[in-house]
């Protein structure tokens, strides 16, 4: 166990200095750079800003500059937030982002788990339809409209109730996570609700729950020691990068909330070329892709003991 | 109906909320070049001459000045004030003006210097900074000597890279100045307690500031950023902000809301530009007096646009900019095309003669949605009255930027808002040396005109050659107007005295009160 | 007690039978047996049904309906669907000089309060070309506000829309702000030049809907503009599902739209959820080295940044400006979506290969690609096949994003997804935008969940055996 994990997560370095690698070069062959600007400055003025910023240099030395200062920790000064650290920028909003998506996750996936077993339990009668219904109408509309929607209930609600008591927008209290979580949960839950469906449907079949039935042991105890048990792969299989990309990924979200997370700055910052805040967050939402993948990897070995990972 | 609750606005504290549409990206004012860290910057610190509630340039650190052809003079005011207590001098005024040339700030606005003495030279890297024709005389007198007769320049220095900083201060903080709030020092009617990056800041009272009694403000809370026009009219309507922007769509949600809808027009001007590099088709004048004839200038703002405020895209100079003694475009009026098919249809046939046949012509837009409609707009028309093929290239953001540098376009949707308030900061914008003249069109007689108002301090001489540039501009179809910007917006009806600029800190705060 | 011991005598041997088994039906291949049970499941046959029937709807459709889906009318922006209108004929426009004061000065101190002005009414017949209005002067007022609501205003502070301003020698306005034929709220306040007077009047009219003879050409109402007279009626063009907010029609557009959207949405996934099978597939059945080091490429291209790499495709594929690039967005949606799928893929593999019937087949002699294919592939059935619903609508909408960006259909050419993001701006007042072409992108996703649905029990071997 020890040794397959010093493994991946040797392998996981190579594939983040790999994705850094590639970022950089795209970024550089992509047109435009981080200094231009609605209004043109003269060339004098440019020559001044290439050469504070180091871009006037080839760009193969900046390349093994960046390395360098990766190596160290340090991705620089972001080009948009002329004074604020990559690190500081990643540092202070990162957890916020976490946050949001954990708790969308922890909705998803007890969503998920639960309406995608009921679907199975009832297959084919009322909860079945209703359920899948309301799944096609989750992944089929976007999740713009549903962040707009959900804003919407909530200024409706206060105003029946004459006084704000949720906050429709904002960061810092439970109240303000509910509703920006859940609509960054839906897409996953919806996904999670048909993986489960199905893997359940699948394992409802097999001799053992058969056996288990024929044995006289309760459907409680089948569902939750025998169905679920096998039937949660897929989903595991989904979450972990469904983890990553939630917690990085909630651009809409975060924009629709004004919520202070790392989701915006990914989007801003290609389209504004921010060098170093691109390579920053790329680089940090790559290493915690990897670890994430790493850990559900280990999980399988866990859950289903028959599974061979070397 | 909306919930009037005490966060949005409190008559008791005097304090209001709002919201911004971004994270400030830079509150260093040598090099602060958006409208955010501007209008943030206008209320936190102050220069040596400020704008009245109406518009009209009044003293501000400066009590008084004097200009000659030669030099313009100020006498600073006794009790002006840092917020930590020590006196604003002439001496903080120069080392800020000599940052913002200094080539090692790479300032983009060090340009707006360019009337000092070997302001130009130095950010060139040709002088050293200590050359710059500003001088503390003593600690109350700034003498500036000037490159060149500038009658416009006490209306320059408002604008906020003429910011007084002080070296100490700046100088202690390294390059963590502006970098959060306790990383800056305030001259302005407001100070900055508190910030956390893209979530909020506050703005309180600052007692040191010299009309502290006169500001009824006690503190300016800034608690939601987000560029969401929706979500910022559901916390208006939540009563949480006191002021918004509306768009195209979320104002008829407001008006069913039963909010005042107020109006402003922004001064920016958006035209269509053509590139007139040799070879291009749009090189060729004919195409582009056709081009000329054949819209309605009423459609783009009534049907396409449809919100309240745009005005009629008539000609480069917005209505607002000042002549000799009225209105710019009172006095010299635009020269109309209107919509004329017959016009259009003879100057296309004689665009045909000379090309041999039209090319699908391509417009680059940017990737927003106004900019992707107004561009679909444009094609329909092309293509349904003169039978011209257009493309739409949309861009993201710095590709558009890339291509309209390297000129990759045929017809680009461009707009300027104005620097300063002077006829200048639109009319050099064709001159061929400016770099914002993207489509590279050159034409000696407009350059001559634009040396002429530099180089002038008559005004009747330096509006005559505006106004013939004006009519050049519409002669040879330099550029086709399409709007002056306007926006909507709402304010909570609680909140009087706030002014709306079209240069400056906008919307301004400063003059504002709260009524119960 | 005795037990039985069986002695020879008590056996005695079954004559042949040559013809039991024709008894039984007859025996169907894996494949054969699927699609007898795929024709017989209901959820499969609806699901084909609606497939067929969005097929009709994208290339017979515009057949039946040939309206040009790029054909704008700025008169009829986001109209409702509703039944066909009537509307007069009028002159062109021509521009108005208004109503002003000579001699006027301003006046020379501003007053505490101002009467409400007078005379505030309509100068000719308000049309949806334009409606004039003209008052009589306001003794002390240095200008005019205008406003215009859609309902009657309760007070000063529900005017309505600021349309615009006038100088105090303007005694006249001409609004030609996006007009309806409905009924309008006009108010008027008298200003210094800079703030209002808290008084205003009110003015009610509802604009006829104009046509001018040119205009009339152009929709294809009439040939020749000779053929009408000012004052004669026309019944303008008729929009089942309304339209858009450049006037174009909701249902041509749609039927266009169809077109990309549902050729991306259904190629697209197909594409990447095979490569995604086969990637997976083979990580998951030899472990190992292998799987290490296909996965780790999986990863990597996950964690690319998604905007970035498509202005690169973009760039990279050399579309000209303006262009329609399908087929690279295609490539590029697929290069980009295989990863999840190949995920999942291999991991169901890693847990079936464990299987006793694996383990079984292969002691009978079976090679790795029969055992893949036969075996192992289509007992992931199940996951494959939601993978499958899934990408459709995320194909759609993805495609939407790219030709936000420019990559993918260049304007005016429509896509559902790009619909959608128009629609949901002006979802509040007017959902039709939004609601139609939503609903075809659920009924689409809806068919393939349903088809997936009917393959799942057609084809998995353990559900089979509940019936």
């Given at each position: ?24 070069i795209a970024m550089h062959q992509v047109p435009g750079d981080p200094l231009m600007n609605d ?272 | ?516 | ?269 197909f594409l990447f959820v095979l490569v995604g099978i086969i990637y997976g597939g083979f990580a998951g059945y030899f472990g190992g080295r292998v799987d290490g080091l296909l ?173």
């Amino acid at each position: 166990m020890l040794a397959y994990t010093l493994k991946r997560l040797f392998a996981g370095v190579i594939t983040v200095w790999f994705i850094a690698t590639a970022t950089f070069i795209a970024m550089h062959q992509v047109p435009g750079d981080p200094l231009m600007n609605d209004k043109a400055v003269s060339a004098e003025i440019r020559a001044n800003l290439e050469a504070k910023y180091g871009l006037d240099k080839p760009v193969t030395e900046q390349y093994f500059i960046f390395l360098g200062n990766m190596l160290s920790g340090d991705f620089g000064i972001s080009f948009t937030q002329q004074n604020r650290r990559v690190n500081d920028i990643i540092r202070d909003h990162f957890p916020i982002s976490a946050i949001l998506g954990l708790l969308a996750i922890f909705f998803a996936a007890t969503g998920g788990v639960l309406w995608g077993a009921l679907t199975a339990i009832y297959r084919n009668r009322l909860p079945d339809i209703v359920i899948m219904f309301l799944v096609i109408l989750g992944i089929s509309v976007p999740s713009f409209v549903f962040a707009a929607l959900g804003q919407l209930f909530l200024v409706n609600l206060n105003s029946l109730f004459g006084q704000s008591i949720i906050p429709v927008a904002g960061w810092g209290t439970i109240w303000h996570m509910l509703m920006p979580s859940m609509v960054l949960g839906l897409g996953t839950m919806a996904l999670l609700t048909r993986l489960m469906r199905s893997s359940m449907l699948e394992v409802v079949n097999e001799d053992y729950i058969k056996t288990a039935r024929a044995k006289g042991l309760s459907p409680t105890r089948i569902f939750f020691r025998h169905q679920l048990r096998n039937a949660i792969l897929p989903v595991i299989t989904v979450l972990g990068p469904q983890i990553a990309a939630i917690t990085t990924g909630g651009f809409v979200v975060e924009l629709v909330f004004a919520i202070p997370g790392l989701g915006r700055y990914f989007v801003q910052a290609v389209q504004q070329l921010d060098y170093t805040v691109i390579m920053g967050t790329t680089v940090f939402y790559g290493a915690f892709l990897v670890l994430m993948v790493i850990i559900v990897d280990i999980l399988y070995g866990f859950i289903d003991p028959r599974v061979r990972l070397s | 109906m909306a919930i009037h609750a005490s966060d949005a606005v409190d008559f008791e504290s005097q304090t209001l909320t709002i919201a911004l549409t971004q994270e400030p990206p830079q509150l260093n004012s040598t090099k602060a070049t958006d409208q955010v860290s501007g209008t943030l910057l206008g209320h936190l610190m102050q220069g040596l001459v400020r704008y009245d509630r109406r518009g009209k340039v009044i003293p501000g650190v400066a009590e008084r000045w004097e200009m000659d052809e030669k030099t313009a003079t100020f006498w600073l005011r006794e009790d002006a004030k840092w917020s930590d207590g020590k006196p604003v001098t002439a001496h903080d005024f120069v080392f800020a003006w000599q940052r913002v040339v200094d080539p090692k700030t790479a300032s983009e606005y060090a340009f707006i210097l360019a009337p000092i003495l070997n302001a130009a030279e130095i950010n060139e890297g040709k002088l050293p900074v200590s050359q710059l024709g500003a001088v503390a005389l003593d600690d109350r007198t700034l003498q500036v000597n000037l490159a060149r007769p500038t009658a416009y320049f006490v209306k320059l220095a408002v604008f906020i890279t003429f910011y007084p900083i002080r070296q100490d201060f700046f100088e202690s903080r390294g390059d963590q100045y502006a970098a959060e709030a306790k990383d800056l020092l305030y001259n302005g009617p407001f100070k900055l307690t508190e910030w956390t990056h893209s979530a909020s800041l506050k703005m309180v009272k600052n007692e040191h500031y010299w009309d502290s009694e006169n500001i009824s403000l006690n503190a300016i809370n800034v608690d939601y950023i987000t560029a969401d026009t929706r979500a910022r009219l559901n916390l208006y309507t939540d009563g949480k902000i006191a002021f918004t922007r509306l768009d195209g769509e979320t104002y008829k949600d407001a008006l069913s809301q039963r909010f005042r809808i107020r109006r402003f027009t922004t001064g920016s001007t958006f035209f269509l530009e053509y590139n007139h590099r040799p070879g291009k088709p749009t090189d060729n004048r004919n195409l582009r007096k056709a081009i000329q004839s054949v819209f309605d200038p009423d459609e783009m703002v009534n049907r396409v646009l449809a919100t309240p405020g745009n005005l009629r895209g008539e000609s480069l100079f917005p209505v607002w900019i000042n002549g000799v003694n009225d209105k710019f475009r009172k006095e010299y009026p635009a020269p109309q095309a209107g919509y004329n098919i017959k016009e259009a249809k003879r100057y296309l046939e004689l665009a045909v003669k000379e090309l041999g046949s039209i090319p699908p012509l391509v417009l680059l837009v940017s990737d927003s949605p106004t900019a992707t409609k107004q561009g679909e707009y444009i094609q329909g028309v092309l293509l349904n009255k003169l039978g011209i093929e257009l493309k739409i290239d949309v861009q993201t953001f710095k590709q558009r930027l890339a291509k309209m540098t390297s000129g990759e376009f045929d017809i680009v949707g461009a707009g300027w808002g104005p620097d300063f308030d002077d006829i200048l900061t639109f009319g050099d914008l064709f001159a061929s040396w400016n770099m914002n003249n993207r489509g590279r069109y050159n034409n000696p007689e407009y350059d001559r005109l634009v040396r002429l108002t530099m180089n002038s301090t008559d005004p009747k001489t330096r509006m005559d050659a505006m106004g013939k540039a004006q009519q050049i501009l519409f002669d040879d179809a330099v550029i086709l107007p399409q709007y002056e910007q306007g926006v909507i917006y709402l304010l909570n009806p609680k909140i009087k005295g706030v002014a709306r600029r079209v240069i400056g800190p906008d919307p301004d705060f400063t003059y504002a009160r709260i009524v119960p | 007690m005795s037990l039985f011991e069986p002695t020879a005598a008590d056996f005695e041997p079954l004559a042949r039978q040559e013809k039991t088994e024709q008894i039984t039906r007859p025996s169907l291949s894996y494949w054969q047996d699927a699609w007898v049970r795929l024709k017989k499941n209901t959820r499969a046959i609806i699901s084909l049904g609606i497939i067929v029937l969005l097929g009709i709807f994208t290339l017979i459709g515009p057949l039946l309906w040939s309206v040009n889906p790029a054909l704008q009318n700025l008169n009829q922006v986001s109209q409702a669907p509703s039944w066909a209108k009537s509307a007069v004929v009028i002159a062109p426009y021509q521009r108005w000089n208004g109503i002003r004061l000579d001699n006027y000065t301003s006046p020379d101190q501003t007053f505490t309060s101002l009467p409400a002005p007078t005379g505030f009414s309509t100068a000719d017949t308000p049309t949806t070309q334009r409606v004039r209005l003209a008052w009589d002067q306001v003794p002390g007022a240095d200008g005019y506000n205008v406003y215009r609501n859609n309902r009657a205003p309760r007070d000063f502070n529900d005017l309505g829309l600021p349309l615009g301003s006038t100088y105090g020698d303007e005694l006249s306005y001409e609004d030609r702000l996006s007009l309806e034929p409905r009924e309008y709220y006009y108010s008027l306040v008298p200003t210094d030049g800079y703030d209002e007077y808290e008084v205003y009047s009110q003015l009610i009219l509802t604009p006829a809907l104009g046509l001018t003879p040119d205009e009339a050409v152009e929709r294809e109402l009439i040939t020749d503009p000779h053929e009408v007279n000012i004052g004669d009626y026309l019944t303008i063009e008729f929009h089942p599902l309304g339209t858009d907010y450049l006037g174009r029609d909701m249902l041509a557009r749609l039927m266009e739209g169809a077109r990309v959207s549902l050729f991306i949405g259904i190629v697209a996934p197909f594409l990447f959820v095979l490569v995604g099978i086969i990637y997976g597939g083979f990580a998951g059945y030899f472990g190992g080295r292998v799987d290490g080091l296909l996965m780790r490429f999986a990863e990597f291209v996950v964690a690319l940044p998604f905007l970035l790499f498509m202005i690169l495709f973009k760039i990279a594929f050399g579309i000209g400006p303006g262009e329609s690039g399908i087929m690279p967005m295609l490539l590029a949606l697929v290069l980009l979506s295989w990863p999840s799928t190949a995920r999942l893929v291999r991991g169901q593999v890693l847990q079936i290969r464990e299987e006793g019937y694996i383990e079984a087949a292969r002691l009978l002699g079976a090679k790795d690609h029969y055992l893949v294919l036969r075996h192992i592939i289509p007992n992931t059935m199940g996951v494959i096949l939601v993978t499958l619903t899934f990408a459709v609508p995320a194909a759609i909408f993805t495609e939407a994003f790219l030709s936000f960006i420019g990559m993918g259909v260049a304007p005016p050419t429509p896509s559902w997804g790009s619909m959608c993001n128009e629609g949901v701006k002006t979802m509040l007042s007017h959902p039709h935008e939004l609601i139609f072409p939503a609903l075809l992108i659920s009924i689409t996703v809806l068919a393939f969940n349903l088809l997936g649905d009917g393959l799942t029990e057609a084809l998995d071997s353990k559900m089979r055996s509940r019936d």
